[in-house]
């Protein structure tokens, strides 16, 4: 078991579930219907890789190490990178500032760790001995 990806899974998951209550209570009046399914689809994306990473954490001690290593490193890269720049987006657009949308490009980023974690435990997985 990796420790330290379990620690950064319950607190993910923690800021999760405050964050998600605080569009459902606090935002979804005050921004516009576009802004709120933009923080939505990063609370959302930021869930499912808490339990992706819970997944890596527990069996990191049966797979190869390095590539599960990688694996949560890059869903954590991924939740800050695609899940953070949703967030700031939802701030930029509530805010009304012109001339930041460029933050938006930095969302498929996050996508591409996603993803890379997701073949990293697939490759890791796939290689375990049968016990």
């Known amino acids: 078991m990796h420790k330290g990806f379990l620690q950064t899974a319950a607190l993910l998951g923690a800021i999760s579930v405050a964050l998600g209550a605080f569009a459902a209570h606090t935002l979804k009046d005050r921004i516009s219907d576009y802004a709120l399914g933009i923080f939505e689809t990063a609370v959302k994306y930021q869930f499912y890789h808490v339990f992706a990473l819970l997944i890596t954490a527990i069996i990191y001690q049966y797979g190869k190490r390095n590539l599960l290593r990688w694996s949560g490193i890059l869903f954590i890269m991924g939740i800050v990178l695609f899940s953070g720049s949703l967030y700031a987006l939802t701030a930029i ?12 490009a930095i969302t ?18 796939f290689t375990m ?3």
């Open 108 to 125: 498929p980023l996050g996508g591409l760790c996603f993803i890379a974690g997701w073949i990293l435990m697939f490759v890791s997985v």
């Open 129 to 131: 001995k049968k016990q």
């Open 93 to 104: 657009k509530a805010a009304v500032l012109p001339g930041y949308s460029w933050v938006g």
